[in-house]
T-cell receptor, first 116, second 112 residues
Framework: DAGVIQSPRHEVTEMGQEVTLRCKPI?????LFWYRQTMMRGLELLIY????????DSGMPEDRFSAKMPNASFSTLKIQPSEPRDSAVYFC??????????????FGSGTRLTVV | KQEVTQIPAALSVPEGENLVLNCSFT??????LQWFRQDPGKGLTSLLL?????REQTSGRLNASLDKSSGRSTLYIAASQPGDSATYLC???????????FGTGTRLQVFP
């Protein structure tokens, strides 16, 4: 398995532009998570999906952020409009979870977003 | 609200030393605890996963223990090497959710 695949690896955009980050989870995993990492706040959970359904989006900072998971093999995180304070590394992770049995998370390599 | 803290925040040691990294969490209602390694500018690599019913896990020179009742975990690194230099993160999965909550991390530097 190629692991969790994120694209692009790096994104530089101007303030006000729309940004779309993409993630392909590990085949067979049923949970997908979006995290943001900054020096000041560390790793923050933004949103997670279970069986393609958004379960908890309480970490999404504001309405400018949205996430979708149209099928089990693809998810997007969109920022519209982007602002300089959105600059961070965004990670996607997936896991196989069910009942009381958890197998740990696998992370992608991340997308480094810079908004100028 | 689950909070995860790691001590120390940074550590610099000579090669060959045995190390202990500490992780504490405020709510003992967890499914499991996972230790990760992150190299500068890179993603997270899973090192060890300890289920809530387990007390420890070992992989090579790494040993992680879990004391759920006291809200603590330790990562023991034996005979440290310069290649171990990285940031080490612990994270817990909160009971009744799938949320993985991360600690603040320990930045480790092992010098020759």
């Amino acid at each position: 398995d190629a692991g969790v695949i994120q694209s692009p690896r790096h994104e530089v955009t101007e303030m006000g532009q729309e940004v779309t980050l993409r993630c392909k989870p590990i085949s067979g995993h049923n949970s997908l998570f979006w995290y943001r990492q900054t020096m000041m706040r560390g790793l923050e959970l933004l949103i997670y999906f279970n069986n393609n359904v958004p379960i908890d989006d309480s970490g999404m900072p504001e309405d400018r952020f949205s996430a979708k998971m149209p099928n089990a093999s693809f998810s997007t995180l969109k920022i519209q409009p982007s602002e300089p304070r959105d600059s961070a590394v965004y990670f996607c992770a997936s896991s196989l979870a069910g009942g009381n049995s958890y197998y740990g998370y696998t992370f992608g390599s991340g997308t480094r977003l810079t908004v100028v | 609200k689950q909070e995860v803290t790691q001590i120390p925040a940074a550590l610099s040691v000579p090669e060959g030393e045995n190390l202990v990294l500490n992780c504490s969490f405020t709510d003992s209602a967890i499914y499991n605890l996972q230790w990760f390694r992150q190299d500068p500018g890179k993603g997270l690599t899973s090192l060890l996963l300890i289920q809530s019913s387990q007390r420890e896990q070992t992989s090579g020179r790494l040993n992680a223990s879990l004391d759920k009742s006291s809200g603590r975990s330790t990562l023991y690194i034996a005979a440290s090497q310069p290649g171990d230099s990285a940031t080490y993160l612990c994270a817990v999965i909160v009971y009744n959710t799938d949320k993985l909550i991360f600690g603040t991390g320990t930045r480790l530097q092992v010098f020759p």
